[in-house]
């Protein structure tokens, strides 16, 4: 069973700055992708960043530039570095991992970001 933990959200004012952090556990798991995904209650999770199979990282074209996804992938861990954060930045952010050998994506217990004015 893979598990993935989420920490860094919180509130910070417009302008200001957050990082997340992502780490999946468990055994014997090859990472295929991974990264981040958004939610505004009543909207449909959408893609912020993710490290894909195979090619160059995708970006949310809304957040290119102001967002950095990174990661440590002896440790299987992304991280999502978020600058110059707006209001409507404000959502649940979700672990995204999807693993060799399995079709199913696994994602975290979603952390808030809160962006006030």
């Known amino acids: 069973q893979v598990r993935l933990v989420e920490s860094g959200g919180g509130l910070v004012q417009a302008g200001g700055s957050l990082r997340l952090s992502c780490a999946a556990t468990?055994?014997?798991?090859?990472?295929?992708?991974m990264g981040w995904y958004r939610q505004v209650p009543g909207q449909e999770r959408e893609l912020v960043a993710v490290?894909?199979?195979?090619?160059?990282?995708n970006y949310a074209d809304s957040l290119k530039g102001r967002f950095t996804i990174s990661r440590n992938k002896a440790r299987n861990e992304v991280y999502l570095q978020m600058n110059s954060l707006k209001v409507e930045d404000t959502a649940v952010y979700y672990c995204?991992?999807?693993?060799?050998?399995?079709?199913?994506?696994?994602w975290g217990q979603g952390t808030q970001v809160t962006v006030s004015s």
């Open positions: 468990g055994r014997s798991f090859a990472v295929a992708a």
């Open positions: 490290f894909p199979i195979s090619g160059d990282i």
């Open positions: 995204y991992l999807r693993v060799y050998g399995r079709t199913d994506a696994y």
